[in-house]
Protein backbone atom coordinates (compact mmCIF):
# COMPACT_ATOMS: atom_id res chain seq x y z
CA UNK A 1 0.00 0.00 0.00
CA UNK A 2 0.99 3.35 -0.83
CA UNK A 3 2.58 5.46 3.04
CA UNK A 4 -0.19 7.63 3.96
CA UNK A 5 -0.33 11.64 3.97
CA UNK A 6 -0.36 13.52 7.33
CA UNK A 7 -3.74 12.64 7.85
CA UNK A 8 -2.86 8.82 7.71
CA UNK A 9 -5.87 8.37 5.05
CA UNK A 10 -4.85 7.25 1.67
CA UNK A 11 -6.83 8.63 -1.46
CA UNK A 12 -7.76 5.96 -3.75
CA UNK A 13 -9.10 6.73 -7.81
CA UNK A 14 -12.45 5.65 -6.67
CA UNK A 15 -13.27 7.88 -3.82
CA UNK A 16 -11.87 11.15 -5.78
CA UNK A 17 -14.44 9.91 -8.12
CA UNK A 18 -17.26 10.04 -6.07
CA UNK A 19 -16.04 13.05 -4.31
CA UNK A 20 -15.92 14.64 -7.57
CA UNK A 21 -19.33 13.45 -8.60
CA UNK A 22 -21.31 14.05 -5.42
CA UNK A 23 -19.13 16.39 -3.35
CA UNK A 24 -19.93 13.73 -0.29
CA UNK A 25 -16.90 13.91 2.24
CA UNK A 26 -14.56 11.22 1.13
CA UNK A 27 -14.31 9.46 4.47
CA UNK A 28 -17.63 8.24 4.09
CA UNK A 29 -16.33 5.94 1.97
CA UNK A 30 -13.40 5.10 4.22
CA UNK A 31 -13.26 2.21 7.16
CA UNK A 32 -11.94 3.55 9.86
CA UNK A 33 -9.43 0.88 11.13
CA UNK A 34 -7.31 1.32 14.86
CA UNK A 35 -4.63 -0.98 15.47
CA UNK A 36 -2.32 -1.85 18.20
CA UNK A 37 0.56 -3.71 18.53
CA UNK A 38 3.15 -3.78 21.28
CA UNK A 39 6.15 -6.01 19.86
CA UNK A 40 8.74 -6.18 17.15
CA UNK A 41 6.98 -9.34 15.81
CA UNK A 42 3.73 -7.72 16.25
CA UNK A 43 4.76 -4.87 14.48
CA UNK A 44 6.30 -6.77 11.77
CA UNK A 45 2.93 -9.03 11.39
CA UNK A 46 0.57 -5.65 11.70
CA UNK A 47 2.61 -3.71 8.57
CA UNK A 48 2.32 -6.77 6.61
CA UNK A 49 -1.37 -7.58 6.85
CA UNK A 50 -2.01 -3.47 5.99
CA UNK A 51 -0.17 -3.68 2.96
CA UNK A 52 -2.19 -6.92 2.23
CA UNK A 53 -5.32 -4.95 2.33
CA UNK A 54 -6.88 -4.29 -0.81
CA UNK A 55 -7.11 -1.37 -2.53
CA UNK A 56 -10.05 0.53 -0.90
CA UNK A 57 -9.91 3.42 0.88
CA UNK A 58 -8.90 3.07 5.01
CA UNK A 59 -8.19 5.48 7.73
CA UNK A 60 -5.86 3.88 10.20
CA UNK A 61 -5.26 4.63 13.53
CA UNK A 62 -3.38 3.05 16.52
CA UNK A 63 -0.49 1.80 18.59
CA UNK A 64 2.07 -0.15 16.99
CA UNK A 65 6.12 0.15 15.43
CA UNK A 66 8.37 1.72 13.33
CA UNK A 67 6.80 -0.50 10.17
CA UNK A 68 3.10 0.47 10.94
CA UNK A 69 3.83 3.98 11.39
CA UNK A 70 5.77 4.29 8.13
CA UNK A 71 2.42 2.95 6.84
CA UNK A 72 0.43 5.69 8.19
CA UNK A 73 1.77 8.30 10.74
CA UNK A 74 -1.23 8.16 12.48
CA UNK A 75 -0.26 5.27 14.14
CA UNK A 76 1.89 5.59 17.27
CA UNK A 77 5.57 3.90 17.41
CA UNK A 78 5.33 3.03 21.08
CA UNK A 79 7.55 -0.25 21.03
CA UNK A 80 10.28 1.54 23.03
CA UNK A 81 8.15 1.54 26.03
CA UNK A 82 5.99 -1.13 25.42
CA UNK A 83 8.24 -4.36 24.22
CA UNK A 84 9.15 -5.27 27.49
CA UNK A 85 9.65 -9.33 28.90
CA UNK A 86 9.14 -10.26 32.27
CA UNK A 87 6.95 -9.97 35.25
CA UNK A 88 9.13 -7.33 37.26
CA UNK A 89 9.75 -4.63 33.85
CA UNK A 90 5.94 -4.78 33.59
CA UNK A 91 5.38 -3.68 37.15
CA UNK A 92 7.64 -1.54 37.06
CA UNK A 93 5.99 0.72 34.78
CA UNK A 94 2.54 -0.37 36.01
CA UNK A 95 2.30 3.66 35.45
CA UNK A 96 2.88 3.90 32.34
CA UNK A 97 0.84 1.07 30.74
CA UNK A 98 -2.38 2.47 33.21
CA UNK A 99 -2.44 5.70 31.55
CA UNK A 100 -1.88 4.09 27.91
CA UNK A 101 -4.73 1.93 28.53
CA UNK A 102 -7.01 5.32 29.41
CA UNK A 103 -5.31 7.20 26.66
CA UNK A 104 -6.18 4.43 24.16
CA UNK A 105 -10.10 3.55 25.61
CA UNK A 106 -10.17 7.77 24.98
CA UNK A 107 -8.97 7.98 22.02
CA UNK A 108 -10.87 4.62 19.97
CA UNK A 109 -13.86 6.55 21.70
CA UNK A 110 -13.31 9.82 20.37
CA UNK A 111 -12.74 8.54 16.76
CA UNK A 112 -15.19 5.86 16.96
CA UNK A 113 -13.25 3.31 14.32
CA UNK A 114 -15.46 0.52 12.40
CA UNK A 115 -13.09 -2.17 13.78
CA UNK A 116 -9.87 -2.46 16.00
CA UNK A 117 -7.66 -5.06 15.32
CA UNK A 118 -6.18 -5.92 18.10
CA UNK A 119 -2.23 -8.14 17.22
CA UNK A 120 -0.87 -10.65 20.09
CA UNK A 121 0.14 -9.13 22.89
CA UNK A 122 -2.28 -10.09 25.20
CA UNK A 123 -1.14 -9.08 28.24
CA UNK A 124 -2.72 -5.77 26.86
CA UNK A 125 -5.05 -6.41 24.39
CA UNK A 126 -6.94 -8.54 26.41
CA UNK A 127 -8.02 -5.72 28.72
CA UNK A 128 -8.39 -3.52 26.24
CA UNK A 129 -10.91 -5.51 24.71
CA UNK A 130 -12.56 -5.51 27.70
CA UNK A 131 -12.25 -2.24 28.32
CA UNK A 132 -13.68 -1.35 25.09
CA UNK A 133 -16.90 -3.42 25.45
CA UNK A 134 -17.52 -2.14 29.67
CA UNK A 135 -17.40 1.10 27.92
CA UNK A 136 -19.66 0.46 25.33
CA UNK A 137 -18.13 -0.04 21.96
CA UNK A 138 -20.21 -1.47 19.29
CA UNK A 139 -17.83 -1.47 16.81
CA UNK A 140 -15.78 -5.15 15.52
CA UNK A 141 -13.51 -6.47 17.77
CA UNK A 142 -10.36 -8.57 15.79
CA UNK A 143 -7.79 -10.65 16.92
CA UNK A 144 -4.92 -11.48 15.07
CA UNK A 145 -2.04 -13.67 16.04
CA UNK A 146 -3.87 -15.70 19.13
CA UNK A 147 -2.56 -15.58 22.19
CA UNK A 148 -1.44 -19.02 23.46
CA UNK A 149 -4.17 -19.35 26.22
CA UNK A 150 -4.05 -22.72 25.26
CA UNK A 151 -0.96 -23.17 26.61
CA UNK A 152 -1.56 -21.58 29.77
CA UNK A 153 -5.02 -20.38 30.58
CA UNK A 154 -7.87 -22.12 28.79
CA UNK A 155 -10.28 -20.77 30.59
CA UNK A 156 -9.86 -17.17 28.13
CA UNK A 157 -10.76 -18.52 25.43
CA UNK A 158 -14.47 -18.83 26.78
CA UNK A 159 -13.64 -15.21 27.97
CA UNK A 160 -12.42 -13.58 24.76
CA UNK A 161 -15.29 -15.83 22.92
CA UNK A 162 -17.74 -12.60 24.75
CA UNK A 163 -15.68 -10.24 23.68
CA UNK A 164 -14.67 -10.78 20.47
CA UNK A 165 -16.24 -10.72 16.92
CA UNK A 166 -13.10 -12.74 15.03
CA UNK A 167 -10.32 -14.37 16.01
CA UNK A 168 -7.60 -15.23 13.26
CA UNK A 169 -5.35 -17.35 13.57
CA UNK A 170 -1.96 -18.89 12.72
CA UNK A 171 -2.09 -22.52 13.89
CA UNK A 172 -4.70 -25.09 12.27
CA UNK A 173 -5.41 -26.71 16.16
CA UNK A 174 -6.76 -23.45 17.22
CA UNK A 175 -9.59 -22.83 14.84
CA UNK A 176 -11.27 -25.73 16.20
CA UNK A 177 -10.42 -24.46 19.99
CA UNK A 178 -12.00 -21.29 19.32
CA UNK A 179 -14.81 -22.28 17.59
CA UNK A 180 -16.01 -24.53 20.60
CA UNK A 181 -16.37 -21.56 22.23
CA UNK A 182 -18.91 -20.29 19.47
CA UNK A 183 -15.97 -17.49 18.61
CA UNK A 184 -15.89 -16.92 15.06
CA UNK A 185 -12.39 -18.32 13.53
CA UNK A 186 -10.58 -18.02 10.17
CA UNK A 187 -7.13 -19.87 10.00
CA UNK A 188 -4.89 -17.75 7.93
CA UNK A 189 -1.98 -20.16 7.91
CA UNK A 190 1.02 -19.15 9.62
CA UNK A 191 3.50 -15.95 8.07
CA UNK A 192 6.48 -18.38 8.43
CA UNK A 193 5.65 -19.98 5.18
CA UNK A 194 5.59 -16.84 3.34
CA UNK A 195 8.84 -15.14 4.54
CA UNK A 196 11.01 -18.50 4.42
CA UNK A 197 9.63 -19.49 0.84
CA UNK A 198 12.71 -18.11 -0.60
CA UNK A 199 15.42 -19.61 1.20
CA UNK A 200 13.18 -22.95 1.52
CA UNK A 201 13.40 -23.39 -2.51
CA UNK A 202 17.09 -21.92 -2.61
CA UNK A 203 19.95 -24.10 -4.14
CA UNK A 204 21.54 -25.05 -0.86
CA UNK A 205 23.53 -27.91 -0.42
CA UNK A 206 23.15 -29.88 3.14
CA UNK A 207 26.29 -30.09 3.91
CA UNK A 208 27.42 -33.66 6.05
CA UNK A 209 28.46 -33.90 9.19
CA UNK A 210 27.96 -30.37 9.84
CA UNK A 211 25.94 -29.21 13.30
CA UNK A 212 24.05 -26.20 13.76
CA UNK A 213 24.04 -24.94 17.72
CA UNK A 214 21.75 -22.57 17.75
CA UNK A 215 21.30 -21.13 21.04
CA UNK A 216 18.35 -18.79 21.13
CA UNK A 217 18.00 -14.62 20.74
CA UNK A 218 18.62 -13.39 23.79
CA UNK A 219 21.07 -12.98 25.63
CA UNK A 220 19.78 -15.09 28.87
CA UNK A 221 19.43 -18.15 26.47
CA UNK A 222 22.55 -18.04 24.87
CA UNK A 223 24.20 -17.82 28.95
CA UNK A 224 22.12 -20.79 29.65
CA UNK A 225 22.50 -23.08 26.51
CA UNK A 226 25.17 -22.30 24.76
CA UNK A 227 27.96 -24.00 27.37
CA UNK A 228 25.76 -27.15 27.38
CA UNK A 229 25.93 -27.15 23.24
CA UNK A 230 29.73 -26.30 23.84
CA UNK A 231 29.96 -29.54 26.15
CA UNK A 232 27.89 -31.60 23.38
CA UNK A 233 30.10 -30.46 20.19
CA UNK A 234 33.22 -31.79 22.47
CA UNK A 235 31.96 -35.09 23.23
CA UNK A 236 31.02 -35.56 19.43
CA UNK A 237 34.07 -34.57 18.08
CA UNK A 238 35.83 -37.38 20.42
CA UNK A 239 33.17 -39.54 19.05
CA UNK A 240 32.66 -38.61 15.02
CA UNK A 241 35.74 -37.76 13.20
CA UNK A 242 35.39 -34.96 10.41
CA UNK A 243 32.44 -33.30 12.54
CA UNK A 244 32.43 -29.49 12.13
CA UNK A 245 29.90 -27.05 13.90
CA UNK A 246 28.24 -23.55 12.96
CA UNK A 247 26.47 -20.80 15.19
CA UNK A 248 25.19 -17.56 15.13
CA UNK A 249 24.00 -15.02 17.01
CA UNK A 250 20.48 -12.75 16.49
CA UNK A 251 22.49 -9.35 16.57
CA UNK A 252 26.50 -8.48 16.34
CA UNK A 253 26.82 -8.37 19.99
CA UNK A 254 25.38 -11.68 20.87
CA UNK A 255 27.62 -13.25 17.95
CA UNK A 256 30.67 -11.87 19.59
CA UNK A 257 29.69 -13.51 22.49
CA UNK A 258 29.19 -16.30 21.04
CA UNK A 259 32.75 -16.07 19.11
CA UNK A 260 34.23 -15.30 23.29
CA UNK A 261 32.57 -18.34 24.71
CA UNK A 262 33.68 -20.60 21.72
CA UNK A 263 37.84 -18.86 22.23
CA UNK A 264 37.29 -19.54 25.77
CA UNK A 265 37.02 -23.50 25.28
CA UNK A 266 39.69 -23.10 22.43
CA UNK A 267 37.41 -24.69 19.89
CA UNK A 268 37.68 -21.93 17.13
CA UNK A 269 38.82 -24.44 14.85
CA UNK A 270 35.73 -26.61 15.16
CA UNK A 271 33.11 -24.48 15.92
CA UNK A 272 32.73 -21.31 12.76
CA UNK A 273 30.79 -18.45 14.50
CA UNK A 274 29.45 -16.69 11.30
CA UNK A 275 27.41 -13.53 10.61
CA UNK A 276 25.18 -14.60 8.39
CA UNK A 277 21.00 -15.53 9.75
CA UNK A 278 20.04 -18.69 11.55
CA UNK A 279 17.41 -19.61 8.85
CA UNK A 280 20.56 -19.98 6.47
CA UNK A 281 22.80 -22.61 8.64
CA UNK A 282 19.38 -24.07 9.39
CA UNK A 283 19.31 -24.63 5.45
CA UNK A 284 23.37 -25.91 5.45
CA UNK A 285 23.36 -28.01 8.24
CA UNK A 286 23.02 -32.22 8.34
CA UNK A 287 21.33 -31.81 12.40
CA UNK A 288 21.12 -29.11 14.47
CA UNK A 289 20.33 -28.45 18.30
CA UNK A 290 17.52 -25.24 18.81
CA UNK A 291 16.62 -23.42 22.00
CA UNK A 292 12.57 -23.74 22.53
CA UNK A 293 10.96 -20.66 20.57
CA UNK A 294 10.17 -19.38 17.22
CA UNK A 295 13.79 -20.71 15.74
CA UNK A 296 12.06 -24.45 15.99
CA UNK A 297 9.18 -23.72 14.12
CA UNK A 298 11.89 -22.36 11.20
CA UNK A 299 13.52 -25.47 11.52
CA UNK A 300 10.73 -27.45 10.64
CA UNK A 301 9.82 -25.24 7.92
CA UNK A 302 13.38 -25.47 6.52
CA UNK A 303 13.99 -29.51 7.07
CA UNK A 304 16.40 -29.15 9.35
CA UNK A 305 16.47 -32.65 11.46
CA UNK A 306 17.06 -30.94 15.30
CA UNK A 307 16.09 -31.55 18.45
CA UNK A 308 14.76 -28.69 21.26
CA UNK A 309 16.46 -27.47 24.10
CA UNK A 310 15.20 -25.16 26.85
CA UNK A 311 16.49 -24.10 30.68
CA UNK A 312 15.35 -21.49 32.71
CA UNK A 313 15.45 -20.86 36.66
CA UNK A 314 14.08 -23.56 38.68
CA UNK A 315 11.23 -21.27 39.97
CA UNK A 316 10.58 -20.03 36.66
CA UNK A 317 10.21 -24.37 35.89
CA UNK A 318 7.97 -24.53 38.73
CA UNK A 319 5.75 -22.25 38.23
CA UNK A 320 4.96 -23.02 34.61
CA UNK A 321 4.78 -26.86 35.81
CA UNK A 322 1.55 -26.07 37.72
CA UNK A 323 0.00 -23.52 35.13
CA UNK A 324 1.07 -25.28 31.47
CA UNK A 325 -1.87 -26.77 30.14
CA UNK A 326 -0.23 -28.67 27.51
CA UNK A 327 2.08 -31.90 27.11
CA UNK A 328 5.09 -30.38 25.04
CA UNK A 329 7.04 -26.76 24.79
CA UNK A 330 8.11 -27.36 21.01
CA UNK A 331 5.15 -26.25 18.99
CA UNK A 332 6.40 -28.80 16.26
CA UNK A 333 5.47 -31.10 19.12
CA UNK A 334 1.81 -29.42 20.40
CA UNK A 335 0.54 -29.34 16.62
CA UNK A 336 1.22 -32.99 16.08
CA UNK A 337 0.22 -34.23 19.53
CA UNK A 338 3.28 -36.22 20.29
CA UNK A 339 6.72 -35.92 20.30
CA UNK A 340 8.49 -35.57 17.11
CA UNK A 341 11.36 -33.60 18.21
CA UNK A 342 12.95 -34.72 20.99
CA UNK A 343 12.44 -32.28 23.94
CA UNK A 344 15.99 -31.86 26.06
CA UNK A 345 14.11 -29.20 29.42
CA UNK A 346 15.95 -28.31 32.75
CA UNK A 347 18.12 -31.14 34.15
CA UNK A 348 18.19 -32.47 30.75
CA UNK A 349 19.48 -30.02 28.73
CA UNK A 350 23.04 -31.02 29.11
CA UNK A 351 26.02 -31.65 27.04
CA UNK A 352 25.40 -35.38 27.54
CA UNK A 353 21.90 -35.56 26.20
CA UNK A 354 22.28 -33.63 23.55
CA UNK A 355 25.43 -35.16 22.00
CA UNK A 356 22.86 -38.59 22.36
CA UNK A 357 20.21 -37.12 20.80
CA UNK A 358 22.30 -35.76 17.87
CA UNK A 359 24.66 -38.85 17.55
CA UNK A 360 21.43 -40.91 16.97
CA UNK A 361 20.76 -38.15 14.13
CA UNK A 362 23.57 -38.39 12.74
CA UNK A 363 24.59 -42.16 12.87
CA UNK A 364 20.93 -43.33 11.20
CA UNK A 365 19.94 -42.02 8.15
CA UNK A 366 16.68 -43.53 8.14
CA UNK A 367 16.11 -41.70 11.89
CA UNK A 368 17.02 -38.66 10.46
CA UNK A 369 14.58 -39.04 7.16
CA UNK A 370 11.73 -39.94 9.07
CA UNK A 371 12.16 -36.88 11.39
CA UNK A 372 12.25 -34.99 8.10
CA UNK A 373 9.24 -36.69 7.12
CA UNK A 374 7.34 -35.89 10.18
CA UNK A 375 8.56 -31.91 10.43
CA UNK A 376 7.55 -32.01 6.74
CA UNK A 377 3.42 -33.32 7.66
CA UNK A 378 3.55 -30.37 10.51
CA UNK A 379 4.72 -27.81 8.09
CA UNK A 380 1.93 -28.85 5.42
CA UNK A 381 -0.41 -28.53 8.02
CA UNK A 382 0.51 -24.40 8.45
CA UNK A 383 -1.20 -23.35 4.96
CA UNK A 384 0.04 -22.98 1.68
CA UNK A 385 1.23 -19.74 2.26
CA UNK A 386 -0.82 -16.14 1.31
CA UNK A 387 -1.48 -15.46 5.23
CA UNK A 388 -1.20 -12.31 5.80
CA UNK A 389 -3.45 -11.75 2.48
CA UNK A 390 -6.04 -14.14 4.03
CA UNK A 391 -5.92 -12.53 7.42
CA UNK A 392 -6.52 -9.03 5.64
CA UNK A 393 -9.55 -10.65 3.71
CA UNK A 394 -11.30 -12.06 6.62
CA UNK A 395 -10.91 -7.96 8.38
CA UNK A 396 -12.39 -6.49 5.18
CA UNK A 397 -15.04 -9.00 5.61
CA UNK A 398 -15.76 -8.49 9.22
CA UNK A 399 -16.09 -4.59 8.67
CA UNK A 400 -18.64 -5.08 5.77
CA UNK A 401 -20.90 -6.65 8.06
CA UNK A 402 -20.61 -3.50 10.20
Same mark, same amino acid.
Given at each position: ????????????????????????????????????????????????????????????????????? =???? %??? =???? %???????????????????????????????????????? $???? =???????????? $????????????????????????????????????????????????????????????????? &????????????????????????????????????????????????????????????????????????????????????????????? &??????????? $???????????????????????????????????????? %?????????????????????????????????????????????????????????
Amino acid at each position: MPESDDSGIFLFSAAFVWKIASDEPLLRLMKKLFLVAGEISGDSHGSALLEALPGEGFCLLGLGGPKMH =NISS %QIE =NWLD %QAAVLGLWEVLKKYGYFKAKMEETVARIDAEKPDGVVLID $YPGF =NLRLAKRLRDEG $YTGKLIYYISPQVWAWKKGRVKVMAELLDLMICIFPFEKELYESSGLETVFCGHPLVDSLAEIKS &ADIEREANLVALLPGSREREVVKLFPPMLDAAEILLEEHSGLKFVTTGATPALTEKLRGMVDERSLGGSIDVLESSGQEIMRRAQVGVVASGT &ATLEAAVLGLP $YCLVYKVAWLTAFAARRVLKVRFLGIVNVIAGREVVKELL %QDKARGEDMAKQLSALLDDRDKRNQLIEDLDKVVRGLGGGGAHKNAADAVVKALSET
